[in-house]
């Protein structure tokens, strides 16, 4: 009987590390997560999940076959397997693949979280059959992953794709990267906290929101009272999606994408975000790209989506030799 064929799929956070064994079609045969320990160097992680890993290739059957590992994590290079000084991680700069090499022979690839959401996309998701799109991770950053004609763009370095970091307002929020006016300090998880504190201190706006403290709000509460026509995180949203939806004319100008994709916990507030974030988009664009470009959400659903992406990452180096 011919075996089947699998990718062990790995996505490293700065608090939790998912893995998963992934089949060609998209389906995972098995998947944990364990935390990452961001104190600890990246070989202690990594010698922690491939114990893990070994133990599962153990108990399935005989049927299955472990082909190759793709990673996603923050600060990847693709180009170099290396992951360097990453926001979250004390690791410094370090050579994942060369490090990987300690626990498997498997032909391995890296790139950051978001390259990985854009192959998880067009091999698994929403943008299967499309050669030019662009996904836009919506989490505690703004990431990004750019496809044109069919191949992920990294650029001369490997770290093309930072539409996160490209400026809203020279004069605006404090950016994590050391500058002001990053689109990510607005269309963000973070973003949206920050834009509904500002809405409470500038306007009479009734809401819900008042009564939460900075520490304790999260974007999805904000989504909940958005849902229940709470007028000050309605406003909210609409004041993301102006933003959101600027940056992303912007980015159709440099690619001309057939859609945009949106992934992540703030894109899961759907036509909250998606809608007004269209009519902003429509608005700012090009005369020839106007009612061209679509805007659509993730197909790579639930807790799994990490591990697809990743995953996808050397399904799509494998496919090509």
């Known amino acids: 009987m011919q075996r089947i064929d699998l990718t062990l799929g790995i996505d490293v956070g700065g608090t939790n590390t998912a893995f998963g064994l992934v089949s060609r079609d998209g ?124 191949e992920l763009v990294y650029g001369e370095d490997g770290f093309a794709g930072e539409i996160g970091h490209t400026i809203v307002d020279p004069n605006g929020r404090q950016c994590g990267c050391g500058r002001k006016g990053c689109l990510e300090t607005y269309a963000s998880a973070p973003g949206i906290r920050k834009t509904v504190f500002e809405l409470i201190s500038k306007t009479n706006l009734e809401s819900e929101l008042r009564k939460k403290s900075f520490e304790n709000l999260t974007a999805k509460e904000i989504a909940e009272a958005a849902m229940k026509k709470d007028k000050l995180a309605l406003e909210a949203f609409d004041y993301t999606a102006k933003i959101l939806g600027m940056k992303l004319a912007d980015s159709i100008a440099y690619t001309s994408p057939e859609a945009i994709i949106l992934f992540g916990g703030l894109a899961l507030a759907g036509n909250l975000i998606l809608l007004p974030t269209k009519k902003y988009m429509e608005q700012h664009l090009l005369n020839i790209f106007k009612g061209k470009v679509k805007i659509l959400p993730s197909k790579l659903s639930g807790n799994s989506a990490a591990i697809l992406g990743a995953s996808a990452l050397i399904w799509n180096e494998l496919n090509k030799n």
């Open 27 to 150: 389906k995972i045969v098995f998947e944990k997560s364990i935390l990452t320990f961001a104190e600890l160097p990246a070989e202690q992680l990594f010698s922690r999940l491939f114990n893990d890993v070994n133990k599962a290739v153990k108990k399935l059957n005989s049927k299955y076959n472990v082909i190759g590992i793709g990673i996603g994590a923050p600060n990847a290079n693709y180009y170099k397997g290396t992951v360097e000084l990453p926001p979250n991680l004390n690791w410094g700069t370090v050579n994942i693949l060369k490090l990987i090499k300690k626990f498997s022979p498997l032909p391995s690839a890296i790139t950051n979280d978001a390259n990985a959401a854009a192959i998880g996309e067009m091999l698994f998701g929403a943008a299967k059959g499309m050669k030019n799109f662009i996904v836009i991770t919506l989490g505690t950053g703004l990431g990004s992953g750019i496809v044109v004609n069919g």
